[in-house]
């Protein structure tokens, strides 16, 4: 059975994530989605909430795995016993600090590989950041993250303008 680790912060999942786990998912039959419970991005939903979001977007996804993890990635890889990390490339911009990243992986555990994945185009543009931005801004969000996701993004955004 070929495992794979794909982590990110996922605040929120978008269909640009949910693109690469699927296509993820023709090429490893167990897909792990390791939420990072990194505070220094200051992110919108705990990872709790986050962790909630994936299950709900992935409930039809058979060989699909969340979980939250804090620490160094490479160990949390070790210990799932995966063979590769997912890693997905928007742009060039992208590609030198996962290139960064994967060498440094490598260093610490040869045996794990970092396969980059570039998203289908109809995706190649979304973030989280930028989905949350324009839902901020009053936006319409369709089409960038799931309906259930939307909700939870805009009733989060509704509370914590209230602050």
Same mark, same amino acid.
């Given at each position: 059975?070929?495992?794979?680790?794909?982590?990110?912060?996922?605040?929120?999942?978008?269909?640009?994530?949910?693109?690469l786990?699927?296509?993820?998912?023709?090429?490893?039959?167990?897909?792990?989605?390791?939420?990072?419970?990194?505070?220094?991005?200051?992110?919108?939903?705990?990872?709790?909430?986050?962790?909630?979001?994936?299950?709900? *977007?992935?409930?039809?996804?058979?060989? +699909?795995?969340? #979980?939250?993890?804090? @620490?160094?990635? /490479? !160990?949390?890889?070790?210990?799932?016993?995966?063979?590769?990390?997912?890693?997905?490339?928007?742009?060039?911009?992208?590609?030198?600090?996962?290139?960064?990243?994967?060498?440094?992986?490598?260093?610490?555990?040869?045996?794990?590989?970092?396969?980059?994945?570039?998203?289908?185009a109809?995706? *190649?543009?979304?973030?989280?950041?930028? +989905?949350?931005? #324009?839902?901020?801004? @009053?936006?319409? /969000? !369709?089409?960038?993250v799931?309906?259930?996701?939307?909700?939870?993004?805009?009733?989060?955004?509704?509370?914590?303008?209230?602050?």
């Amino acid at each position: 059975m070929k495992k794979a680790l794909y982590p990110g912060t996922f605040d929120p999942v978008t269909y640009g994530h949910l693109d690469l786990i699927k296509r993820s998912l023709s090429i490893f039959d167990k897909i792990t989605v390791a939420i990072a419970n990194n505070l220094q991005k200051a992110p919108l939903f705990s990872a709790i909430e986050r962790k909630e979001m994936l299950h709900l *977007a992935t409930k039809n996804l058979e060989g +699909v795995e969340v #979980v939250i993890f804090d @620490g160094l990635l /490479i !160990k949390l890889a070790q210990s799932l016993c995966v063979d590769a990390i997912v890693r997905g490339l928007r742009a060039v911009s992208d590609f030198e600090y996962e290139l960064q990243i994967a060498q440094i992986n490598r260093r610490l555990c040869p045996k794990i590989e970092t396969v980059f994945m570039i998203p289908s185009a109809q995706y *190649a543009y979304i973030s989280s950041s930028i +989905v949350k931005e #324009v839902a901020a801004f @009053g936006g319409n /969000i !369709k089409g960038f993250v799931p309906a259930e996701i939307e909700q939870k993004l805009l009733a989060k955004l509704n509370t914590s303008s209230k602050h």
